[in-house]
């Protein structure tokens, strides 16, 4: 019952090299810059026009200061920006997420408009790894709601 | 029933782990120590910065993933261990692992979703973490299927030893992701990322759901065992109808 045959050891052995060649590429392929979840505000500019009008997920930092919410229109405007350098201004709509707040990393889906403004088709707010609870006096969320104060949500 | 089987396994059902009263006492204790935990966690930390009483997920999402690392940990070691001595414990060892581990990357990718949607704003998104661990619980559901596809326990051993081993492959991919590329899920936490009002029920929870692991597993044992016994009648019950 546990010898195996030569021809099922053999295809174990093949088995076993394509599991370890996988794992091998994953490691050092570098696969990195070819498939990536989002380009920085840095990688979307480097493109070029070949950025325009293309669906992409653009990931970076909300520019501190630049989040504009109109609660009558429903539009939500800011920049995102790579720790630093050039930031892309970006257009969406609909309430963000609780979390959302200058400073917090993002994730949109969208396109680059030849105006150069990213129309973000949906916004996803990227949480650290931090876990800390309220500093003496500051209430959770308050942030968010100071926000959409005004939206009746 | 006057049958003379030689049923090694007889005994061995009930040799596999603690004794039959023993293991139920276990999954008792196992069961209030995760409420114990529950409550610890629920009640002891203060509401997070930024998501408020949304970081309570932690306690159950966290553990559910850990654990499941842990149950496909085990289905690779069982699997080598089947490739390498050809018992058929190991085998059923495996398979139990790799049943109560696919449930737990279930339930990881479930709570991850409910908490993703009020903090990411997105149920579900494509990025490496979030796709790896799909492939992982898809390979195991795999793994069950093609389980309960072969008839033949020698190929059905082999063959899920096979799989158990290359879906186990994909665990340290898994856990790797959110270094390795980019993603929406976040880097692991350290204690010093978190605070210790919430480390203490982190880790008394991730405890609790690995008794609950071991429980469920060693459960699944005895059930494996009992069937592969009544496997084994039934072959020999038609050898013998055959014979006479």
């Known amino acids: 019952m546990s010898s195996m045959s030569g021809r099922r050891r053999s295809a174990l052995v093949v088995g076993v090299a394509v599991v370890v060649g996988a794992f091998g590429f994953l490691l050092y392929g570098n696969i990195d810059s070819n498939v990536v979840f989002f380009l920085t505000p840095q990688e979307l500019l480097a493109r070029g026009p070949a950025a325009y009008d ?27 920006m790579d720790t630093t350098g050039p930031a892309v201004a970006v257009q969406s709509s609909g309430a963000p997420p609780q979390m959302f707040r200058d400073g917090m990393g993002v994730v949109l889906e ?40 005004g939206a009746g949500t | 029933m006057s049958h ?4 090694e396994s007889d005994s061995a059902a009930a040799t596999g782990g603690p004794g039959g009263r023993g293991l139920e006492w276990f999954g008792v204790a196992a069961i209030l120590m995760l409420v114990g935990a529950q409550a610890l966690g629920l009640l002891t930390s203060p509401a997070d910065r930024d998501m408020g009483h949304l970081q309570k997920i932690m306690y159950v999402h966290v553990p559910a993933a850990w654990n499941a690392f842990i149950a496909f940990f085990v289905v690779a070691v069982s699997s080598l261990l089947y490739l390498w001595k050809g018992q058929e414990r190991h085998d059923l060892l495996a398979a139990s692992a790799a049943e109560v581990g696919t449930v737990f990357t279930a339930l990881t990718l ?31 559901v795999g793994y069950l299927s093609l389980r309960a596809f072969i008839e033949d326990a020698d190929r059905r051993a082999q063959w899920s030893a ?83």
């Open chain 1, 54 to 80: 293309v669906p992409v997920r653009l990931g970076g930092l909300v520019q501190p200061g630049s989040v504009k919410w109109d609660p009558a229109s429903l539009e939500l405007r800011f920049a995102v």
């Open chain 2, 110 to 140: 479930a709570l991850g979703s409910i908490w993703g949607r009020p903090t990411w704003g997105v149920w579900w998104t494509w990025d490496p973490r979030l796709t790896s661990t799909a492939v992982l619980l898809l390979i195991f």
């Open chain 2, 4 to 7: 003379a089987v030689p049923l």
């Open chain 1, 110 to 149: 969208g396109r680059y408009r030849r105006d150069g403004v990213f129309q973000a088709t949906e916004l996803m707010v990227k949480h650290s790894n931090e876990y800390r609870k309220p500093e003496h006096g500051e209430r959770p969320q308050e942030m968010y709601r100071s926000l959409m104060k």
């Open chain 2, 162 to 244: 096979a799989v158990g081993l290359l879906g186990a492959l994909n665990v340290p991919i898994v856990y790797m992701s959110v270094r390795w590329w980019r993603t929406l899920h976040q880097i692991q936490s350290t204690p010093s990322t978190v605070d210790p009002e919430y480390v203490v029920g982190l880790r008394a929870n991730a405890i609790a759901v690995l008794l609950v692991l071991v429980y469920f597993t060693m459960k699944r044992y005895r059930a494996a065992r009992a069937e592969r016994l009544a496997e084994q009648l039934e072959e020999q019950a038609a050898l013998e109808g055959r014979g006479a």
